[in-house]
């Protein structure tokens, strides 16, 4: 018998301490947050993505009346990232929340279906997504998805 310990460092820093770039894709998500569909949870998420060729794809929570047919925030941003420009990268992406009238205290940290989205996206353009947790004053800051995934699936397995 063997025990094996899996760990990962991620990086917390204040918001004021993030690089311009971090702060205006945080900032970004924030301002999507109104764009969110929530009227059943009351809670809005927001993610912002940065592609490689610069542009930043926003996307919110939609959710339905018919629960398992809305869709997060993450997915909403990565799937129309693909859609509209599959040839790029997703290079950074930022996650924010809001409930109860204010931005969530601490980093909001995405479902276990987002972070297998984002890991299959990772996998397809071959190159990691830093992903910036964002809370009210604070973030955490991931440098890629497959540290919040640790034994993950993916299409390796029946290749
Ligand atoms: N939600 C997201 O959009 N992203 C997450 O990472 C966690 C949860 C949404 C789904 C649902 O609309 C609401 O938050 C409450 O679960």
Do not use: W
Request: aromatic share 8%.
């Amino acid at each position: 018998m063997r025990k094996i310990n899996i760990s990962f460092q991620l990086e917390e820093r204040a918001k004021a301490e993030l690089s311009d770039a971090d702060k205006l894709l945080v900032e970004s998500a924030e301002k999507f947050l109104s764009h969110a569909y929530a009227p059943y949870s009351k809670f809005s998420v927001s993610a912002a993505a940065l592609l490689d060729n610069g542009i930043v794809v926003n996307g919110t929570n939609q959710e339905n009346a018919a629960s398992p047919s809305g869709l997060c925030a993450e997915r909403t941003a990565v799937f129309f990232a693909n859609s509209q420009y599959p040839e790029c990268k997703v290079t950074t992406i930022a996650i924010s929340a809001f409930f109860q009238g204010e931005i969530i205290a601490n980093p909001i940290t995405p479902c276990g279906s987002c972070r297998q989205v984002l890991l299959e996206t990772e996998n397809r353009q071959k190159s990691p997504i830093r992903v910036i947790l964002a809370g009210k004053d604070n973030c955490f800051i991931i440098n890629s998805i497959k540290d919040i995934l640790p034994l993950n699936f993916d299409s390796t397995f029946f290749e």
